[in-house]
């Protein structure tokens, strides 16, 4: 069984900022790993996600993660937080493989960028 | 390109009614999910759907709750009869491929239910 733990619900950073949204994953086997930004009253939008190849992965909106296995991390980072950053973020894992389905999602975190 | 359609956005009804939500997935995509939102649980997956057939109902909360695929671009969620706690957003996605490793997931802009 996978799990998805997210530090913080609520994360504030001024405009111009790092953006640091910490993600901490629990797999038995090795796991694709995927970010998803939910804006007010929207769906889930992809930003970025890891399946296998280079460890830094890099998104939209500037946005990048690095899997870091020893850590069983998965922090997304982006160097300067834009007022249009302000959404929820979602964690998510699932297990490598073909025909897995099974996305578990953490339960987000707020980012709010303070002008 | 349309994405994925669902209705109605809001709704709001009373409790012991049916509710059925709506689903229109991206055209050409095989593989669609049913997702709940809510503050105590916050996204589950409710049930899969692979060219049209049901693969994994096991998030299906209980009876009460049923899921359709009549064909590869309509979908249904029914609750029947509503309860105060199914009160939540429900998300539509889907897919092209079997599953979510290797493609993207693709989400509507959700269903707000209300029961009273």
């Known amino acids: 069984a996978q799990s998805v733990t997210q530090l913080g619900s609520h994360v504030s950073v001024s405009e111009g900022a790092l953006v640091l949204l910490r993600c901490n994953y629990s797999s038995s086997v090795p796991p694709y790993l995927f970010w998803y930004v939910q804006y007010p009253n929207q769906g889930l939008q992809l930003l970025l996600k890891?399946?296998?190849?280079?460890?830094l992965v890099k998104g939209i909106n500037g946005f990048e993660a690095e899997f870091k296995k020893s850590e069983t991390s998965f922090h997304l980072t982006k160097p300067s937080a834009h007022m249009s950053d302000a959404a929820e973020y979602f964690c998510?894992?699932?297990?490598?493989?073909?025909?897995?389905?099974?996305?578990?999602f953490g339960k987000g975190t707020k980012l709010s960028v303070i002008p | 390109d349309a994405g994925v359609i669902q209705s109605p956005r809001h709704e709001v009804t009373e409790m012991g009614q049916e509710v059925t939500l709506r689903c229109k997935p991206i055209?050409?995509?095989?593989?669609l999910f049913w997702y709940r939102q809510t503050m105590m649980r916050g996204l589950e997956l409710l049930i899969y759907f692979n060219n049209n057939v049901p693969i994994d109902d096991s998030g299906m909360p209980e009876d009460r709750f049923s899921a359709k695929m009549p064909n590869a671009s309509f979908s249904t969620l029914k609750i029947q009869p509503s309860e105060p706690r199914d009160s939540a957003v429900y998300f539509c996605?889907?897919?092209f491929g079997q599953g979510v490793s290797g493609n993207t997931i693709y989400f509507g802009e959700g269903s707000w239910l209300t029961v009273v």
């Open positions: 998510a894992v699932t297990y490598s493989g073909a025909g897995s389905y099974q996305l578990t």
């Open positions: 055209s050409g995509h095989n593989s």
């Open positions: 996605a889907s897919s």
């Open positions: 890891y399946t296998t190849g280079a460890t």
